[in-house]
């Protein structure tokens, strides 16, 4: 099964460590087990455009929807056996201990 993992920033997480908080050390980790789909950075939140269509009309505004101290900075997709495996495959990414990682399954059409 599939899972995307947001990678969010948080204000509270534990200080970010550049000798040990290393995302390409557990992307390799990853593919080397053949569970890594795709993932990438994300441009801050000042570079986002949100889209809704109200009374058919389409309406764009720049950046994200809501105010938060918060934001989605990137997201992988990884092959997991369930909800457990994808959890401690979270875990062990370097944003877990200095920001917040949210796990979601893929729901397919």
Same mark, same amino acid.
Do not use: N, Q
């Given at each position: 099964?599939? !899972?995307?993992?947001?990678?969010?920033?948080? *204000?509270?997480? $534990?200080? !970010?460590?550049?000798?040990?908080?290393?995302?390409?050390?557990?992307? $390799?980790?990853?593919?080397?087990?053949?569970?890594? %789909?795709?993932?990438? &950075?994300? &441009?801050?939140?000042?570079?986002?455009?949100?889209?809704? %269509?109200?009374?058919?009309?389409?309406?764009?505004?720049?950046? *994200?929807?809501?105010?938060?101290?918060?934001?989605? +900075?990137?997201?992988?997709?990884?092959?997991?056996?369930?909800?457990?495996?994808? #959890? +401690?495959?979270?875990? &062990?990414?370097?944003?877990?201990?200095?920001?917040? #990682?949210?796990? &979601? *399954?893929?729901?397919?059409?």
């Amino acid at each position: 099964m599939r !899972y995307v993992l947001f990678i969010c920033t948080d *204000p509270d997480g $534990e200080p !970010y460590d550049p000798d040990t908080d290393d995302p390409g050390s557990w992307v $390799e980790a990853l593919e080397a087990d053949g569970k890594y %789909v795709l993932g990438d &950075r994300l &441009r801050p939140v000042e570079d986002a455009t949100t889209v809704r %269509v109200r009374g058919g009309e389409t309406v764009v505004t720049d950046g *994200p929807f809501t105010e938060s101290r918060e934001w989605i +900075a990137g997201f992988d997709i990884i092959e997991a056996d369930d909800l457990d495996v994808a #959890v +401690a495959v979270a875990a &062990r990414h370097p944003m877990a201990r200095f920001g917040r #990682v949210e796990v &979601r *399954p893929v729901w397919p059409f």
